[in-house]
């Protein structure tokens, strides 16, 4: 059975306002280490989710068991959650209600090859890491991975939704005898955008015979590529851009829209049809997708809201859903797009600092302040001093601390060319998303310490 048709039957067992949701997945996973696979998955799997709105409360159950007896019990927990979230409460919840319906457009999100999921490939592409990581005297760890999902949704408010679409990533991070890493990724809607050969060689590149030096506290001229740009954009996505925190007014942006609050070159927009990212055609209560525009030359314009914030807010949903009824924490820009500057390359960012630092990807972030965006975390893979405009030592990995706001503020130049980010680390439903993203030049990169 088709997921649109079961998601309609589901709901023929529900009563009252309800919406039910179909996802199907079927996907690949190759994880290797030290140049050897260590493990592989293949999901096969359909769930259905049904979301019951009661008195302004909703209440949420979801299974696997795609039987009449399945779809009736799952319906039935919904209900009852429903109901006693709204007896429990003693008076109306702030649901608004489900979306009436809405034209959603297509997109080319959806690659026939990759959906074949063929074994081979991800072998293929783990000897190719392997041999090119073997010619520099290194060896491949990382991940391989590739899906095919479909989402469904009948909801009593009228709406009938189907979506397709293909997502493929593949990591390698290269590592010496030492201890020393390098890092490169690739992503797309499909393994045509993944050359394994050249991540490898990429990784391999990052990974420097001199010994890594020590670098003070203190704050420094940056280049970020773009692995890095992404982790703080997405992190910025939750910080600034989420509708219910902005309406309780927790968000970054609170009181600051139609301010500016980056450098004029900051033109940041999510944008579910751009060629390079992750489209939908809607979102998780079935709300069409559009190009939202949320920083216009260093100004802050909107934030993005699901059914639930966007009443709260007293404006209606912009399609950023990621659960039916409406995430706990809020909704979230899940196609967000930062255009390219003038800059030919890295090279052309690190030409006019005489002493600075390069950074190829970000990890461990965690918030200090959400308000001021304040956030800390460490370099890994592939961190370097810029000397005299150009690549020099290697540099131990270093903490940071600072403002997302604040660096876009100080940003001075971005690549023209742009690259799709991600982290395919999937614990449940399968749901990709990324940042398309180009290298950035700042000042004042607030390092807090060595790592250890």
């Not at 799997?45 to 019990?73: F, I, K, P, Q, Y």
């Not at 001229?221 to 910025?236: I, K, N, Q, T």
């Not at 706001?405 to 680390?425: D, G, I, P, Y």
Request: with cysteine; aromatic share 6%.
């Amino acid at each position: 059975m088709e997921p649109l048709e079961l998601a309609e039957r589901a709901l023929g067992f529900a009563t009252g306002e309800a919406q039910a949701t179909v996802v199907r997945e079927r996907s690949l996973l190759s994880r290797f280490a030290r140049s050897r696979p260590t493990q592989a998955t293949e999901v096969d799997d359909t769930s259905v989710s049904v979301l019951r709105v009661h008195d302004g409360h909703t209440g949420s159950a979801d299974t696997n068991d795609l039987s009449d007896e399945g779809l009736r019990d799952v319906a039935a927990r919904a209900d009852a959650a429903a109901r006693a979230a709204a007896s429990a409460a003693g008076a109306p919840g702030d649901y608004p209600g489900l979306p009436r319906p809405a034209a959603a457009r297509a997109h080319h999100g959806f690659d026939p090859l990759t959906a074949q999921l063929d074994p081979a490939t991800a072998g293929a592409a783990l000897d190719a890491a392997f041999a090119g990581c073997a010619e520099r005297g290194l060896e491949a760890f990382g991940i391989w991975t590739a899906g095919a999902v479909d989402t469904a949704i009948a909801s009593s408010s009228g709406i009938r939704a189907d979506d397709a679409v293909t997502d493929a990533y593949m990591k390698v991070i290269a590592r010496d005898d030492s201890g020393r890493t390098g890092w490169a990724a690739g992503a797309g809607t499909g393994i045509a955008a993944l050359a394994p050969a050249v991540l490898a060689e990429q990784a391999a590149a990052k990974v420097s015979r001199a010994e890594p030096v020590d670098l003070a506290p203190g704050e420094y001229p940056v280049v970020l590529e773009p692995d890095a740009v992404g982790s703080l954009l997405e992190f910025l996505g939750y910080l600034a851009f989420n509708g219910l925190s902005h309406a309780e007014g927790r968000g970054a942006l609170v009181g600051r829209l139609g301010q500016r609050v980056a450098s004029p070159a900051i033109n940041l927009s999510d944008s579910p049809r751009f060629p390079r990212t992750l489209p939908r055609s809607f979102d998780a209560e079935g709300v069409p997708k559009a190009p939202l525009p949320l920083i216009q030359d260093g100004v802050a314009h909107r934030v993005v809201h699901d059914t639930r914030s966007a009443a709260r807010a007293g404006t209606v949903s912009t399609g950023h859903a990621l659960e039916p009824g409406g995430a706990p924490f809020g909704p979230q820009p899940t196609n967000l797009v930062l255009s390219g500057g003038g800059a030919a390359g890295e090279a052309e960012l690190m030409a006019p600092i005489e002493r600075g630092l390069y950074v190829t990807r970000l990890w461990y972030l965690n918030p200090v302040h959400e308000k001021s965006t304040l956030t800390t975390g460490t370099t890994r893979d592939g961190t370097f001093l810029i000397e005299d405009g150009r690549i020099g030592r290697p540099v131990k990995d270093v903490r940071f601390t600072d403002s997302i706001l604040r660096l876009l503020e100080a940003t001075e130049a971005l690549t023209s060319a742009q690259r799709l980010v991600c982290e395919a680390e999937f614990y449940g439903r399968r749901f990709a998303t990324g940042v398309v993203t180009p290298a950035l030049r700042a000042q004042g990169f607030r390092i807090t310490g060595q790592t250890v």
